[in-house]
T-cell receptor, first 113, second 112 residues
């Protein structure tokens, strides 16, 4: 089983629908991150969390919200999806300490029509 | 602002060539510089660099950091078609909490 699991892996939805992407991890890491990837733009940080009571906005948080339900679970919601939120979304975890290494899920491809 | 700039954005080479990928970053709250390789799916970790001038090496890949000039390079020698991927450079920073900021990536295509 993967250490960082994202569901769903693929989703097609319509404009205006609410979508939730879920992430769970078995690595025991405190830090969890949601990134969005668009062609030619690398990975852009949406939200990040250091524990269940600590949520921080990233570079591009508008139109998104998150919930850290437990140390192992971090979900990303699009309250009212729009076409320019069509992208590949990655969840990642990071260990405590002065290291930036991230461990990624397999990605969730979202298409908003 | 935590910015990471990679160049070139794309590169096409022939098998056996040596390539150098570049990454520059802003100094604010710098903790480390990381390189990842991304093929079809999730990025996979290559190197983490924290000290200037110390080369990290893994097979045909190597990387070095210059903290004075604020850049890093990733070298790939004797390239193979399996090296075709997007190479992502990222800065680990403590601006507003520990987070990793990525560049746009360099897309490398190695022709047989």
């Amino acid at each position: 089983d993967a250490d960082v699991t994202q569901t769903p892996r693929n989703r097609i939805t319509k404009t205006g629908k609410r979508i939730m992407l879920e992430c769970s991890q078995t690595k025991g890491h405190d830090r969890m991150y949601w990134y969005r990837q668009d062609p030619g733009l690398g990975l852009r940080l949406i939200y990040y969390s250091f524990d269940v009571k600590d949520i921080n906005k990233g570079e591009i948080s508008d139109g998104y919200s998150v919930s850290r339900q437990a140390q192992a679970k971090f979900s990303l919601s699009l309250e009212s999806a729009i076409p320019n939120q069509t992208a590949l979304y990655f969840c990642a975890t990071g260990a405590q300490g002065n290291t930036g290494e991230l461990f990624f899920g397999e990605g969730s491809r979202l298409t908003v029509l | 602002e935590d910015k990471v700039v990679q160049s070139p954005l794309s590169l096409v080479v022939h098998e056996g060539d040596t390539v150098t990928l570049n990454c520059s970053y802003e100094v604010t709250n710098f903790r480390s510089l990381l390189w990842y390789k991304q093929e079809k799916k999730a990025p996979t970790f290559l190197f983490m660099l924290t000290s200037s001038g110390i080369e990290k090496k893994s097979g045909r890949l190597s990387s070095i950091l210059d903290k004075k000039e604020l850049f890093s390079i990733l070298n790939i020698t004797a390239t193979q078609t399996g090296d075709s991927a997007v190479y992502l450079c990222a800065k680990f920073t403590n601006t507003g909490g520990f987070k990793t900021i990525f560049g746009a990536g360099t897309r490398l295509f190695v022709k047989a």
